[in-house]
């Protein structure tokens, strides 16, 4: 169903999380896979769209799951220790994400995987001053780093990269640590962010999710996730079909974010005239009005496109997390 209203206070915590700094405790609830043992790298480099095999201990980056035929199954953030890999995947996606890995780990395969999520939390720090609150609790040096990179400090991992558009850090810890952590962040001028306004950006940036925009009917470029596939990496699941739409610049379909005049169901069928071109995913209400995600057939236009979805007239609009650029 469309979402409510907004109110007061959701309101507040997205302007913190654009102009100020905001703590959002949803990705406890997302999954934590650990990987683990001496082939690890290299199983993962196998497994999904970015370059494992080319990252060190410290580093880390997005990448997608993939179906052999390339439609996406989850996009995953991962993040190389010394002794493992923890992948930072969807809520949705984190059993049936253990059974695929599990499936592809043969006889010889040095690979461990172990699901952490029980006893770890994960917050998320959103916003243009998080770089503050960062050098207070003792992890400053990684300011200015780029997305992925992250260092332990006192049990916790501090990494770069808020989920979403926005600057910011990802910190991920004992569970047993969280209310003390939350609370000393909050201390240090956070603003909370509820689910339901993660949510919001989420959609106003162009973040995909799992049952919304990643689906089997779509692959990563479509989605505009240039940014998680490496090219040049050599064979991994889904590969073919990536570079070759890659190649021959097929992509059909691209997610954009749409401006709408009134609240729309996802689901719905986006249309030019009596034509339909695309369907749209998400919907939310924010504090400047009704906006949604969508598929647009990429022969109908692009930013600017005016549009019919549903009863809804919409424009489409670039939103930050996604490119629709060919490298």
């Known amino acids: 169903m469309p979402t409510s209203a907004i109110d007061d206070k959701d309101a507040a915590a997205i302007h913190a999380a654009r102009e100020g700094v ?75 994400l253990m059974q695929w890995l599990d499936r592809y780990i043969f006889f010889a395969d040095k690979v461990i995987l172990t699901d952490v999520t029980d006893e770890t939390a994960t917050l998320s720090l959103i916003g243009t001053q998080s770089n503050g609150i960062i050098e207070k609790l003792g992890a400053g040096r990684l300011i200015g780093q780029p997305d ?97 739409l890659n190649t021959y610049k097929g992509v059909k379909q691209y997610l954009w974010g749409i401006r709408l005049d009134a609240a729309a169901e996802p689901g719905t069928v986006i249309t030019i005239g009596e034509e339909k071109v695309g369907k749209l995913t998400s919907y939310t209400e924010t504090p400047d009005g009704h906006f949604g995600l969508g598929y647009i057939r990429s022969k109908a236009g692009g930013v600017g496109l005016k549009v019919q979805v549903g009863e809804t ?14 490298p």
Do not use: M
Request: charged share 20%; hydrophobic share 40%.
């Open 313 to 326: 007239e919409g424009e489409v609009v670039a939103v930050p997390f996604v490119s629709h650029e060919y």
């Open 148 to 244: 992925g990179n992250h260092i332990l400090v006192d049990g916790v991992i501090f990494a770069v990269g808020s989920g979403l558009a926005n600057p910011g850090y990802t910190l991920i810890f004992p569970s047993a640590e969280k209310e003390k952590l939350w609370n000393q962040i909050l201390e240090f001028g956070a603003v909370e962010l509820s689910d339901r306004a993660w949510d919001i950006l989420r959609i106003l940036q162009g973040r995909p999710a799992p049952d919304f925009e990643l689906t089997d009917d779509y692959n990563p470029l479509e989605v505009g996730l240039w940014q998680t596939v490496s090219f040049n990496k050599g064979c991994y699941i889904g590969q073919e079909t990536i570079a070759r």
């Open 22 to 96: 905001a703590v959002c405790d949803n990705r406890s609830h997302w999954g934590i896979i650990r990987v683990s043992n001496d082939d690890r790298l290299r199983f993962l480099h196998g497994q999904s769209t970015n370059d494992f095999q080319g990252l060190k201990p410290g580093s880390g980056c997005d990448t997608v799951i993939v179906t052999s035929t390339a439609r996406t199954i989850d996009l995953v953030t991962g993040y190389v220790l010394d002794d493992a890999v923890l992948l930072l995947v969807s809520l949705k996606r984190r059993e049936s």
